[in-house]
């Protein structure tokens, strides 16, 4: 009797949980995107100079141990690195003349060499694209001697048309970066002064901003799109300036926080970081801020007492403790990450002055700051 009706006994089965199933009430609605946690801050490191600093004898010690500095920024914490690129440095009027003329540091080429020496170790890494021969900021946004005398609408192709060169060849090399920068600190605009407008500058960033996005289409690493301006107080200003232009679709608004340029003491920072992302769907970043461990470079030139504006010494514990305390401020905002500026510029035959800034002494000691990334934080 039991042998006969066990089939039926099965059917019945399956058809009293398939009908739960229906009946079963919907469940609750997806919650909000968690909060950035500690594993998704960024602790990034601009090493732009370190190939040419190692060319002239610089060299970098981690308790008395020559090393790798890429490693010792990384056994300290370091998970970004951020390089410059500039379209020919080798130019009469570009970047090398003030250091290496002719040599070619900061071009394509020796920025797929750093970008390949962060990825060995496992750290991500930010481009930064100048779109100048030299220094592109807030006092210097020069049009590149390739793109001398060329209309707005001639430059937009040529600003695409180079932005995926530069993807396609840093693909080819397995050196795609995991962000990217669209000019670096704006505020004037960019590729002046034909970028000056309001106007020409989205249409400038878009034709970027497309670039990225077209060659993401074929591409693994799809690189994340920052906007970088040096102003930190009009952070809300800028991106909504943005908004209104028509210049949407990019996911990190950077801006640099150097005490002596900004208009807002850091303790400050945090409420604009809140206000930004309560109005803005986008993330936002510190990819630039530095500060001086002291007030004699190595040449024995004193520097100005710039950093003393908000109480911290210029020394090695006052460099430490401003950094933890900066990376605090910038964590209760909400914001996605901090990046140093030049930690592993050190002093050779033809390079100095940023040395007062780095994270190393001038024999390329680590310094007791290079540990706040590895500090304990309290994230939201």
Not at 339 to 356: K, N, R
Request: hydrophobic share 35%; charged share 25%.
């Amino acid at each position: 009797m039991k042998f006969n009706n066990f089939p039926l006994l099965i059917i019945l089965s399956i058809l009293f949980f398939s009908c739960g199933s229906c009946t079963k009430e919907p469940g609750p609605e997806p919650g909000p995107e968690p909060k950035p946690t500690e594993t998704e801050f960024y602790f990034g490191a601009d090493m732009s100079s370190v190939n040419m600093v190692e060319d002239f004898n610089g060299s970098y010690k981690s308790n008395g141990t020559t090393q790798d500095p890429f490693k010792i920024l990384n056994d300290n914490g370091c998970n970004l690195v951020r390089v410059r690129l500039f379209h020919t440095p080798e130019n009469p009027e570009g970047y090398n003349q003030w250091y290496s003329p002719g040599s070619k540091y900061c071009g394509l080429d020796d920025v797929t060499k750093t970008i390949k020496r962060a990825k060995s170790l496992g750290m991500k890494v930010s481009l930064d694209l100048h779109y100048s021969d030299t220094w592109a900021d807030p006092a210097h946004q020069k049009i590149p001697l390739a793109w001398k005398d060329l209309t707005l609408e001639v430059m937009k192709d040529s600003l695409y048309n180079y932005t995926k060169k530069v993807l396609n060849h840093l693909k080819a090399n397995n050196a795609t970066p995991e962000m990217i920068q669209i000019g670096n600190e704006i505020d004037p605009g960019l590729l002046l002064p034909v970028g000056n407008t309001t106007s020409a500058i989205a249409k400038l960033l878009n034709q970027g901003i497309k670039a990225v996005r077209d060659f993401s289409e074929t591409s693994t690493i799809k690189p994340k799109i920052i906007i970088h301006y040096s102003d930190n107080a009009g952070t809300i200003y800028r991106a909504k300036t943005l908004a209104t232009a028509g210049v949407t679709d990019y996911d990190i608004l950077g801006i640099s926080y150097y005490d002596y340029w900004a208009k807002i003491k850091f303790d400050e920072l945090t409420n604009v970081i809140k206000d930004f992302k309560k109005q803005f769907s986008q993330e936002i970043m510190v990819v630039e801020t530095s500060y001086q461990w002291t007030e004699t470079n190595s040449r024995g030139y004193k520097k100005d007492d710039r950093n003393k504006v908000n109480g911290y010494p210029m020394t090695k514990s006052g460099q430490y403790n401003y950094l933890k305390d900066l990376t605090q401020h910038i964590i209760d905002g909400g914001g996605l990450g901090i990046v140093y500026w030049e930690p592993a510029f050190l002093p050779t035959s033809i390079s100095e002055g940023w040395d007062v800034d780095a994270l190393f002494d001038f024999d390329g000691n680590s310094l007791p700051a290079i540990k706040y990334m590895n500090d304990d934080y309290v994230y939201p």
